[in-house]
């Protein structure tokens, strides 16, 4: 059964290919550059695509059991200090991500046997900022730009459901990693004694290990029930001063010094919104099909992925 990744070059996308690929799934990874895709995990293979059409790759949608869409700009830029959001950034944030759903979506269209579901990325940021409500698939979009900008990815692939093609965005929490994103960016005070929460610290913080990202979303590319939104994020969301402190517990450093609001404004502007606002948001949809995550909590999250017992 053939299973395309797009954007599965990127941290959950290797992950998510080398769990299918493991389990006998034939797993196809699109590339813009096939020949640089390298270190791909063993049974994976790379395809050329542009980024925004089915030239090319179309064709092996057609029987495929699913495409999972993750392709996307990088909000933060991939960089520290994350890159600004200007005009021209926010233009390239929303054309990668619309340009790939329209690639999808005009696959799914020219395939003769349809494949059986879509997965398609969206984030938590999905609901904007409301963190004092604890938030479910059932609540509805907030008004920001991060939320906007989800509300416009969904559907970019939407239309697909019209086909008799099972449609599921998964709206993701902050995947943790020591070595990629906003994990790897909060180890570096804390080793430094100088670690604390952002901002007020009252600020949700809806967080989910990778090994249940990527269970997750193999769960739903299997479960033929799930279809719709479904919140990708551990089942005990926390605030942010809350998340530091477990963090401080994990690596036996103080949770004391807060970054300023202000002072995150002043350095990253707009991007701040990212880490300033938050949101406490439940799985719900998952749970209710029978998910189990395996690191249900922050502290045995953090202990498996920074190695402490």
Known sequence: MRVIITGG???IGRKLAADLAASGY???????????????????RAEQWDGRTAAGWGPLADGALAIVNLAGENLSGGSFPPARWTPERKALIRSSRLDAGAAVLAAVNAATTKPRVVIQASGIGHYGSRSDKLLTEADGAGDDYLARLTVEWEASTAAVAQQGVRHVAIRTGVVLSPNEGALKQLLLPFK????????????GFSW??????????????????????FNLCAPEP???AEFAQVLGKVVGRPSWLPVPGFALKLALG??????????RALPKKLSDLGFR???PDAESALRNLLGKK
């Open 238 to 240: 926390l605030a942010n």
């Open 192 to 203: 430094l004694f100088a670690g604390g929460p952002m901002g007020s610290g009252r600020q």
């Open 9 to 11: 070059a990127g941290f």
């Open 26 to 44: 034939e797993v196809i990874v699109l590339s813009r550059n096939p020949a640089r895709a390298t270190g791909l995990p063993a049974g994976v």
């Open 270 to 279: 707009e991007v701040a919104s990212m880490v300033l606002d938050g949101q």
């Open 208 to 229: 989910i290990h990778p090994a249940d990202e990527v269970g997750a979303i193999r769960f739903l590319i299997e479960n033929e029930q799930a279809s719709g939104p």
């Open 293 to 295: 995550f395996r690191f």
